[in-house]
């Protein structure tokens, strides 16, 4: 069965840090780039971070660059998003999501979320 929980959520203060961590199982965790999204009250959700297969090639929105940074372990089939310096708007619930585009088909598994308040 395939799952993908996240951790790592919580209420901080502006200027604080959290990392989320996201533990995979189920499926073959290295053939799959993995990334994270955000979803805010009332918006759609929307691209945060992306890390290639083997951690080599990583992409961020520019909203959170040079905040953010994702990483993973595969030994650990874990993905991990430190965050710096979180601002009100960072607010959301944060999504990992696996995707695996070496076959014909593109397959994609998503987390449950986990939340992220950032307030005063």
């Known amino acids: 069965q395939v799952q993908l929980v996240e951790s790592g959520g919580g209420l901080v203060q502006p200027g604080e840090s959290l990392r989320l961590s996201c533990t995979a199982s189920g499926f073959t965790f290295r053939d799959y780039a993995m990334s994270w999204y955000r979803q805010a009250p009332g918006k759609v959700r929307e691209f945060v971070a992306a890390v290639s297969r083997y951690g080599g090639i990583t992409n961020y929105a520019d909203s959170v660059k040079g905040r953010f940074t994702i990483s993973r372990d595969n030994a650990k089939k874990t993905v991990y998003l430190q965050m710096n310096s979180l601002k009100f708007e960072d607010t959301a619930v944060y999504y990992c999501?696996?995707?695996?585009?070496?076959?014909?088909?593109?397959?994609?598994?998503w987390g449950q979320g986990t939340q992220v308040t950032v307030s005063s």
């Open positions: 999501k696996a995707r695996n585009e070496l076959g014909r088909n593109v397959i994609d598994y």
